[in-house]
């Protein structure tokens, strides 16, 4: 089983659509999350931290769920601008601290 | 402020042949230091992940070895290449310890074996 699980989509969707992503991980001692955006042939950059409490940017919503250990992210009123691949990223702390992506989940944004 | 640097962009090169891939920051101190590489149409498997000078974890047993000679110095060399080396490879960092920072990319070497 993979560390962070996410499902690779495509996610096709109208633009104006709400549209969610979840991921879970499977190693407990996880201990902070992030939500990554990739376009194409470019270098991930990051979206936005996950916090316990949950936080909102705009029109993007991050969920922690620690006891079921997954992860969600909430795109509201999709702009075509969104279509990326948006990755799951956790780090854990054991004997050195290590990053993990998910494989990542494509979203196409159509006019 | 923090940057990263990672060359060449883009390499082709014969099956068989050494590579080596350097990535350098700049900006902090005792970093956390990964290579990864994603594989066209995949998503991100990390290789190796460096704590400190000399402190190499590999993920995953493959054809590539990582060092790190310098606190903000990370290598990625293969001695023969393989046709299966091809991807693309990332190296990030965050903050070193505990931290609980986010990872920050180079641009990528784009790799062709060919």
């Known amino acids: 089983r993979k560390e962070v699980e996410q499902d690779p989509g495509p996610f096709n969707v109208p633009e104006g659509a709400t549209v969610a992503f979840n991921c879970t991980y499977s190693?407990?001692?996880?201990?902070?999350f992030f939500w990554y955006r990739q376009d194409c042939r470019k270098e991930p950059k990051l979206l936005m931290s996950?916090?316990?409490s949950g936080n909102e940017d705009g029109r993007f919503t991050a969920q922690l769920n620690r006891a079921s250990q997954y992860i969600s992210l909430l795109i509201r009123d999709s702009k075509l601008s969104d279509s990326a691949t948006y990755l799951c990223?956790?780090?854990?702390?054991?004997?050195?601290?290590?990053?993990?992506f998910g494989a990542g989940t494509r979203l196409f944004v159509k006019a | 402020s923090q940057t990263i640097h990672q060359w060449p962009a883009t390499l082709v090169q014969p099956v068989g042949s050494p590579l080596s891939l350097e990535c350098t920051v700049e900006g902090t101190s005792n970093p956390n230091l990964y290579w990864y590489r994603q594989a066209a149409g995949r998503g991100l498997q990390l290789l190796f992940y460096s704590v400190g000078i000399g402190q190499i974890s590999s993920e995953v047993p493959q054809n590539l070895s990582a060092s790190r000679p310098q606190d903000r110095q990370f290598i990625l060399s293969s001695k023969k290449l393989l046709l299966s080396d091809s991807g693309f490879y990332l190296c990030?960092?965050?903050?070193?310890?505990?931290?609980?920072?986010?990872?920050?990319f180079g641009q990528g070497t784009r790799l062709t074996v060919v």
């Open positions: 996950v916090y316990s």
């Open positions: 990030a960092w965050s903050g070193g310890g505990k931290s609980d920072t986010e990872a920050f």
């Open positions: 990223v956790v780090n854990r702390g054991t004997g050195g601290f290590k990053t993990i």
């Open positions: 190693n407990s001692a996880s201990q902070s």
